[in-house]
């Protein structure tokens, strides 16, 4: 056989809850129970008043940039329910918002985060999150190395880290997709391609069919997911986690979506896609969706849906006036986090708020001998 | 001749090179449809079609090593980094192969490229948006280093830039985008890399500055005692600088203040003061000063302000500078 | 179907001449003609003359750190067989010198490369050759851009890039992969796959079945060839080549062979891998193999050996000769290759050969003007 | 007590703190089985295990960001990037994450690596494996920055640098590590971070260096004329580095030249130079001197002694600046 086939590979779609309300029974019953389902829905209808509110706040000039989370929900709540909080680990980019509130991170810290405040990224202790990650395609190497972390002492933690269809380009992604693999870390990698990475379409990032496929030349098994369909991303998730934890090692899972809204409050989508191509993803939105879905089955109508977006309004008020209610860093906060232990020299510059010497006391520079005739 | 911003200037540079020269691509994230998330490249790409203004996959090692590439191969590759921040993935092309070719090779194969970089704080941005690595890269042999101030040396630097055969990594100060507009020739001219601008003449002190610093220290100026006369010096290129410039104008004033935005230590300001103290040791009527960022990472925006040389921080060291 | 099937690929094993001299017939004939056999045979030979030789001359402390290629010669030499010397280009890690020196690198120049002169850097006009690259894994994004150089201006040029199984696993390898891909560039990507990365393993670098399934993850053709079967290698990279140069895009090959030597000269293989495993692939080592194809062709005989083993050792002992006899370099030479146009600066260090200012001549600074009263 | 090479101390520091604390890990390209290529690591993994003594694909920015997340979750790494050059491609997670998180998250999460590195020329290696990239890392906030130069400062500074709460970058001087033994307390001691060490006390000039060229400025001195006290000083950490000795120093000697491998324009040089000027301005009798490598690409081997600050530049400075 001089030509003969060494190896096969294949990578599945799922979904369960389809947009037009269709539910597969055989993936999906008792998946989430129905109390479960409401709640998800809940907290998927605040998470998404705090993302309209915030996008406000920029507009008014009370916040920086913002990167709206808009029609990605379903992918972040899925992934968060099949972690445990408080055990598993997220590692988040930017774009799922919703899911590090259900693991624990108050609301207000992702708004002093755009609001440049450090603060919100110091993470409560007991709460395994990670802050935002800028720089992009970055922090799956940390994820890597925090699910290494649990495996060598046998923690039995499982770690989830979230990064977009832009990021896979990275060789960072890579070297994370290679380390965890040779490994065999407990990690879940998240993919939410929501077709764009600012104004470059998917056809132009990769050349690749899917992006669940780049999981196969990392021997890992790898997954793609209808991502605005909670129940389908919790399915597949939840298969991978639970391989994970097992000492199955990592996982690639593709959650298929779309930015409904601008890349950030920086840009203007208009510049580079199509009305066209958004309507069509607007009736897809998955909180639509799973409204539909809890409707369906009896366990929401408009009664509760008014209460809910009343009391998602409250809660998000709430959050803006605690966000915007701490007062400004002092400057000295510039000088305290550089080190454990600040050098001289930071705590010259902090006392003195200067740089260079002149005016500077030299007793702060602590010279054990002064030459006098200078 | 136009009234324009830096935004505006470059735009025109890059153009009329682009006309003029097919051997020059650009390539990066969003360049394209988009023109960049500064709009910078605004319209290129429908001019000039997708061949020569390429939108790539979001991977700055890649932009860099496949500019290496196209260099090699005889393009004129303009990669844009988004942010300076994100040149961190792109060091390892752009400091070991970029400018290491044409020594590497006794000069059989070299690298013109020109990559373009936003850079500097005061905007408001996120994290890693407002960084200032000048010094990293003046470190770094085989590289030259420039950050205009003005739209008027920015069309000059960057046409020089271009045509420059060797690699140089072009700072644009994102805090003077859109701040100001200047006249700016329609014709093109260049700027000489490694010559400063006596942007104002004096006797007393010398100030040594680069990047959007300028305007601090413009406003520090104002804010001064009319009797003590300041010599402004926009040095315009990191590397090479034009030490000669520093010196004369030391020798007559006998002082200096250097103000940049980076981190004092090792930052490019201790090499300036390095070299006045070796060329002008007995002219000296004070120890030069450095006005600088913090020894601290740059903060986020809250405290951007707090971290940055700004005017007042500038004027007492000038002050103190003068009564020493 | 909830679960649907949404990619499948497969990746292939060549090998038309085996260890033990089968040739299969089908894929093989009128590959290579009978002439071009003996000489790449012939080439083969001199090139691992050369390498024993580049061996000796370090251990007797007239050359540095020095990478043995022996045994990698067919995956070289098959690959440079496969492109057109003086239009194509190959860009080399630093385990292919055969392929170079048959598209045009005098053979000396390898060693004044590991002699520590640049000078065996300074590819000759019309050689379509990027030099050794030190950084493992780095090179080729420039072979990737060197590509798309010729497909933007429409030249008909097709790039091979070298690089090791290691070499896979950096970012720059993903980066490349994907832009070559992306932009559909003429090229192919020879992974030398000699199953050790200095002392670690295939198995430690990778999870992957094949080196070849990589491939899948930028949607572009992934073969597995044997690389010590010079007929199976020209086959599957010429077919990539044409691919190439008919606008089909990049393709990976994985080139299965074996690192005969240590790793480098700084190396002792025996503290990390076992001689069984040594001697296994010892056996299969491509000289031999095609030696054997070439007696069963009655192409060649002992006699020719003999003369072919005293012409090698000539040309190798003129090229050591050419190599030892080149002048020291000048220590200006340090200083002329910097830029195309030396700042002043550098100037006044070559003049002067010192950094700082006291005793270099003040004029040299080129001062306009001098104050006097200082 | 033993007598050791550096390669040996600071293998005897690396066992030593694995044996007392158990989340220390080791991971590396080639440190297991082979023991790292310059040995350094020898017989670890052995002792310790493959979970403690790590190797790690082929791939730097991996090890670095793998490493940030092994701290991160509570772990001390200590990582090995094989030679200078290649932490070109871990520059971004070391400078932009390892360098961060502390200030990012106002102390939430830290990261205690240590990245061990060799570094420097002189060896007859091939390229990127002798460069000197501290004043890189110097500049940027959040990084320490050390490089023993002997046996004993290898050991104290390794254990010093493992059991701080933030990432230390420990470059090793591959000249020196195995070029001499020195007595070597088997027992654990620390060098506290920041200090120098004064190698040789003078009045009349003081020389500052750190790594491997402290043995070219012993030989300079050695070849100096029996009248001029020189006092030496090894910087040892280059961030925070000891201004203060330095000062002290130069308050009573009036002089100064500095050495160092890596290029001169904007190494670390430039930054001990101004610093001197700042604080010792009025005790100044001559420039400070800077002997470096030049602004020059690190040769190929057959030169590199021409570029590396050797004992004969070192003593005409040193001359010079007397004379001055
Ligand atoms: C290393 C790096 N390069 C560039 C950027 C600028 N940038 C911010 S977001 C973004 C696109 C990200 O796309 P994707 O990964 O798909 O995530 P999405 O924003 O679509 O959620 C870019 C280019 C960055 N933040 N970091
Ligand atoms: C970026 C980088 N990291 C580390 C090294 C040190 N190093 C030199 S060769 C090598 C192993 C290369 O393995 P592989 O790619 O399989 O090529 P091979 O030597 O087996 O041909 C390593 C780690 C290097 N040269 N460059
Ligand atoms: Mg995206
Ligand atoms: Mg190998």
Redesign the interface.
């Known amino acids: 056989m001089p030509r003969r086939t060494v190896y096969e590979a294949k990578v599945e779609f799922v979904q369960i809850l389809d947009e037009d309300g269709g539910f597969d029974e055989k993936l999906g019953k008792d998946l989430i129970s129905d109390e479960q389902v409401v709640a998800l829905y809940e907290h998927m209808v605040t998470c998404r008043e705090l993302d309209e509110i915030a996008f406000k706040l920029q507009r008014s000039g009370r916040m920086?940039?913002f990167p709206q989370n808009k029609g990605q929900e379903a992918a972040a709540i899925g992934t968060a329910h099949a972690l445990i909080k408080g055990t598993d680990w997220l590692v988040p980019c930017y774009r799922e918002n919703a899911a590090l509130f259900m693991h624990g991170l108050p609301m207000h810290y992702i708004l002093l985060?755009?609001?440049?405040?450090?603060r919100g990224n110091e993470i409560p202790p007991g709460v395994n999150i990670t802050p935002l990650c800028?720089?992009?395609?970055?922090h799956m190497l940390h994820a890597a190395g925090i699910a290494y972390a649990s495996k060598l002492r046998n923690e039995g933690r499982v770690v989830a880290t979230f990064f977009g269809d832009?990021?896979t380009?990275?060789?960072?992604f890579h070297e994370a997709m290679n380390f965890a693999s040779v490994f065999q870390a407990p990690i879940v990698f998240l993919c939410q391609n929501n077709q764009w990475?600012?104004?470059?379409p998917r056809e132009?990032?990769?050349a690749s069919e899917t992006f669940a496929q780049k999981a196969i030349a990392y021997g890992m098994p790898g997954t793609q997911v209808d991502g605005n369909d909670l129940f389908g991303v919790y399915k597949v998730v939840k298969e991978a986690v639970d391989r994970a934890r097992d000492g199955g090692g990592p996982s690639l899972i593709e959650a298929v979506t779309y930015r409904l809204g601008d890349h950030t409050t920086?840009?203007d989508a208009r510049?580079?896609r199509d009305q066209a191509e958004l309507d069509a993803w607007l009736a897809k939105d998955p909180l639509i969706r799973l409204r539909k879905y809890l409707e369906t089955n009896d366990l929401w109508d408009d009664q509760m849906q008014t209460e809910l977006d009343e009391k998602a309004k409250v809660i998000v008020r709430e959050v803006v006036k605690t966000a915007e209610g701490i007062e400004?860093?002092a400057?000295e906060?510039?000088?305290n986090y550089?080190f454990a232990n600040l050098?001289d020299?930071?705590i010259t510059?902090?006392d003195t708020?200067?740089?260079?010497?002149?005016?500077q006391n030299p007793a702060q520079i602590g010279l054990r001998t002064q030459r006098q005739n200078a | 001749m136009a009234n324009l911003t830096l935004v505006q200037s470059i735009n025109l540079a890059l153009a009329q090179e682009m006309e003029a020269d097919d051997s020059i691509?650009l390539l990066g994230?969003?360049i394209?449809?988009?023109?960049g998330?500064f709009r910078v490249t605004d319209g290129l790409q429908k001019r000039f079609g997708n061949?020569r203004v390429?939108?790539?996959?979001?991977?700055?090692?890649?932009i860099?090593?496949?500019?290496?590439?196209?260099?090699?191969?005889?393009?004129k590759?303009i990669p844009e980094i988004q942010f300076e921040?994100?040149l961190?993935?792109a060091?390892?092309?752009l400091?070991?192969?970029a400018?290491?070719f044409?020594?590497?090779?006794?000069?059989?194969?070299?690298v013109p490229l020109t990559v373009r970089v936003p850079v500097g704080g005061g905007i408001?941005?996120?994290?890693?948006?407002s960084d200032s690595p000048e010094?990293?890269y003046?470190?770094?042999?085989?590289l030259?280093v420039v950050m205009p101030a003005t739209p008027y040396d920015a069309k000059g630097l960057l046409i020089s830039a271009i045509r420059?055969?060797?690699p140089v990594v072009f700072f644009e100060p994102k805090r003077v985008y859109r701040s100001f507009r200047e006249e700016v020739p329609e014709d093109e001219y260049t700027i000489e890399i490694?010559k400063a601008k006596v942007v104002s003449e004096g006797t007393d002190l010398t100030v040594v500055t680069w990047g959007a610093s300028l305007f601090q220290c413009l406003e520090a100026l104002d804010e001064l005692p009319e009797d003590i006369s300041v010599e402004l010096i926009d040095l315009r290129s990191i590397?090479?600088f034009d030490?000669?410039a520093i010196?004369?104008s030391v020798?007559?004033t006998g002082r200096c203040v250097v103000v940049h935005e980076?981190?004092?230590?090792?930052?490019?300001?201790?090499?300036i003061?390095?070299?006045i103290?070796?060329?002008c040791?007995?002219?000296?009527e004070?120890?030069?000063?450095?006005?600088?960022?913090?020894?601290?990472?740059m903060?986020?925006?809250?405290?951007?302000l707090?971290?940055l040389?700004e005017a007042p921080?500038i004027k007492?060291?000038i002050e103190?500078?003068m009564a020493?």
Chains 1, 3 share one sequence.
């Open positions: 920086g940039t985060h755009w609001m440049g405040d450090e800028i720089p992009i395609g970055t832009g990021a380009s990275e060789g960072d990475a600012i104004s470059v132009s990032q990769t920086a840009d510049r580079y400004s860093p400057t906060d510039l000088f550089t050098p020299g930071i510059q902090r708020l200067r740089t260079a010497s002149i005016g | 691509v994230e969003d394209g449809i988009n023109g998330v061949d390429i939108d790539t996959p979001l991977a700055e090692s890649g860099m090593g496949f500019s290496v590439g196209l260099a090699m191969a005889g393009m590759p921040g994100f961190g993935p060091y390892d092309q400091v070991n192969h400018a290491r044409r020594t590497r090779t006794r000069g059989a194969l070299t408001h941005a996120p994290e890693l948006h010094a990293i003046a470190h770094h042999p085989g030259k420059d055969p060797d490694g590397y090479p030490a000669e010196i004369e020798r007559k980076a981190p004092l230590t090792a930052g490019f300001g201790a090499e003061s390095s070299q103290q070796e060329h040791f007995l002219y000296l004070a120890p030069v000063q450095r006005v600088a960022g913090f020894d601290t990472v903060p986020y925006y809250k405290l951007e707090d971290y040389p921080r007492s060291a103190e500078c020493y």
